[in-house]
């Protein structure tokens, strides 16, 4: 497809950009219940929704649990289905990811990622995406309100490859990137409707009148494991339609994205590995940084699920030290969520930094600030001279 | 893609008080900078709302595409929509060196009861206009028109396309009124 030119340019929130990419995709389904801070999104697909503007069957459910059961159910007879949720509602649907997944089914999900509970909070970290890591869905993670609109769309075409059959979801932070206006530039309908395509049902099976079947049935130890093994076949196929789906996206948009996306990683002796919306801030860093003579780059990672472990590999091999900056938490574990993965990554390609440090921050929406990311590199350095890997508690009141 | 980011930030924080429109105010000046192609990353403060409590709401803005993800500490620009937080000291945080005020005020203000930083301290009766055009005491559109005075930062015609996404018909029109008042009897403290 050729580039569209004078796509149109509107202020939007990433909750408003999320329904406004949804308002010309027109899914079949969209069960909905809300929770702060993906609450826009529904309130603004609702209002496109009453005014006639989509076909949609939205449905109001009284749980979270429910709203994954109606999509799974939606999903299982030949519909486009779309939900969001954020924080203890992803957890509340925990159950039932495992089902859609299992299924193969290719829900869409937007996350507005949330803080979990206890204690209550409302505010931007990633936790509650990555928790799912092992739930079998693909799994991205945008910087800014652009991209939660294109992962929109791009979302829906990834998961719908036959050979990939997975639900897909992808990350706003809440606040910083939900109730933040940005320029978002958008797509008309019918270049969206071109780019996805009619709706491929990914199995050969789905419940319609004249078709009899069941789904969801009983696998006992004589196939269970040979279904697991075939979604991890989906999961690898997910690796080659990735970069296919994302080059044809730029070609329409120019914007071309990528698993993981160097920046200034050039003759680089440490790098920082971001996620989210903190990326833009350590670009902001990184190219003073450079600008002052310090090797020094990062990198961007989009995709959570599947891991980009070669591509890391490849880049972080032989630097002097990593800082993986985690706007998320886990206990007891030899590293931070996102630098367990990574570690994993590099020891079996066997490319190594020399050291692999991880820092825990912005936890509960503190802000991730420009000073935040120079003081990590400082405590890179040091790590690196000290030669340890280690786990920082960054800005910690002790 | 990657994009280069650029330092020339204008940081402009908005005061008042929960619906008065601090937020709308953040996002017309927002979506003003966006039609003169500039780049631009507007909030409010992040948390529960409650009406009647001082809140603040940022707009931040480029000529070209910035990809920094901070709240704002350090405002070039302070524009006060409520007058009955002109003489809280928090209102004044975090100003830079040279910054401007835009002040929402009855009378004319005494520099000497402002921040030193402060470079330029502009002021308007934005309640009484406000009133005038509107028949409320609420502020947050005035302001704007005030504010494009004293700062240039985007076009009064700019501002007055950016309504048109908030208000239609006699609303807008009023308000246009009451903006185009402001931006006219805007005066600078000398």
């Known amino acids: 497809m050729a580039k569209v030119e004078n796509q149109e340019v509107k202020g939007l929130t990433g909750d408003q950009a999320v329904a406004y990419a949804l308002l010309n995709i027109d899914p079949d389904v969209v069960p909905a219940y809300p929770i702060t801070p993906q609450t826009i999104i529904m309130e603004k697909f609702s209002e496109f929704w009453a005014d006639g503007l989509v076909k949609t069957e939205l449905v ?14 939606a999903s299982a007879t030949g519909a486009r289905v779309f939900t969001a949720t954020a924080s203890q509602g992803v957890a509340l649907m925990y159950e039932i990811l495992f089902i859609a997944s299992g299924s193969r089914l290719p829900i869409v999900m937007a996350v507005a990622n949330r803080a979990l ?36 769309i791009i979302g829906f075409k990834i998961a719908e490859y036959p050979e990939v059959s997975l639900p897909f979801m992808y990350g706003l932070e809440g606040f910083i990137v939900t109730h933040a206006l940005e320029p978002v530039y958008m797509l008309d309908k019918k270049t969206i409707y071109d780019f996805i395509g009619e709706f491929r049902e990914p199995s050969n099976w789905v419940f319609a009148p004249g078709n009899p079947g069941a789904q969801g049935l009983l696998a006992l ?4 494991m040979e279904l697991k093994y075939q979604q991890e076949q989906g999961m690898k196929n997910a690796r080659k339609v990735i970069p296919k789906v994302l080059d044809e996206f730029g070609e329409i948009t120019g914007r071309y994205y990528h698993e993981v996306e160097p920046f200034h990683m050039e003759d680089a002796k440490y790098a920082f590995i971001t996620a989210g919306a903190s990326s833009g801030t350590a ?31 490849e880049l972080l091999k032989d630097l002097d030290g990593v800082m993986v900056v985690d706007r998320s938490v886990t206990f007891g574990s030899p590293a931070s969520i996102q630098a367990t993965d990574l570690a994993s990554a590099l020891l079996k390609h066997r490319k190594f930094p020399r ?44 | 893609m990657m994009q280069e980011a650029v330092p020339s930030l204008t940081d402009v924080r908005f005061h008042g008080r929960g619906g008065q429109g601090v937020v709308t105010a953040s996002k017309i000046l927002a979506e003003a900078a966006i ?9 409010p403060t992040f948390g529960p709302e409650r009406s009647g409590a001082p809140v603040a709401a940022f707009t931040r803005i480029s000529p070209t595409k910035f990809t920094v993800k901070t709240e704002v500490y350090n405002p070039k620009i302070i524009v006060v929509i409520d007058p009955t937080l002109l003489s809280k000291p ?58 494009v005075k004293a700062t240039g930062l985007v076009s009064l015609d700019s501002i007055l396309k950016a309504l048109g996404s908030y208000f239609k018909g006699d609303i807008y029109d009023k308000n246009v009124a009451a903006i185009k008042e402001a931006y006219e009897e805007v005066k600078k403290v000398e």
Do not use: C
Not at chain 1, 221 to 224: L, S, V
Not at chain 1, 369 to 395: N, P
């Open chain 1, 60 to 73: 109001h459910v009284e749980s979270e649990h429910s709203a994954m059961s109606a999509a799974v159910g």
């Open chain 1, 117 to 152: 509970s206890a204690p209550i909070n409302i505010h931007g970290e990633l936790t509650d995406q990555l928790v799912t890591r092992d739930a079998g869905w693909v799994s991205f993670i945008g910087e800014d309100a652009q991209e939660a609109y294109d992962h929109t």
């Open chain 1, 221 to 224: 130890p004589d196939y269970y």
């Open chain 1, 283 to 313: 670009k902001a860093v990184v190219q003073r940084l450079r600008s002052k003579g310090e090797p020094v780059g990062m990198v961007k990672l989009r995709t959570i699920r599947p891991y980009p472990d070669e591509q890391l590999s």
């Open chain 1, 355 to 398: 050291v692999l440090s991880s820092a825990i921050v912005g936890l509960g929406g503190r802000d991730i600030t420009e000073k935040d990311f120079e003081g990590l590199y400082e405590q890179l350095k040091k790590d690196v001279q000290e030669d340890v890997s280690r786990t920082h508690w960054w800005g910690v009141r002790i």
């Open chain 2, 35 to 43: 039609l003169e192609k500039k780049w631009v990353h507007a909030f």
């Open chain 2, 90 to 147: 928090e209102t004044y945080e975090g100003l830079v060196e040279g910054g401007i005020l835009v002040l929402n005020s009855a009378t004319e203000p005494k520099k000497e009861d402002y921040p030193p930083q402060a470079g330029e301290i502009w002021w308007v009766n934005g309640n009484e206009i406000a009133n005038k055009h509107i028949g409320r005491t609420i502020a947050n559109t005035v302001m704007l028109g005030a504010l």
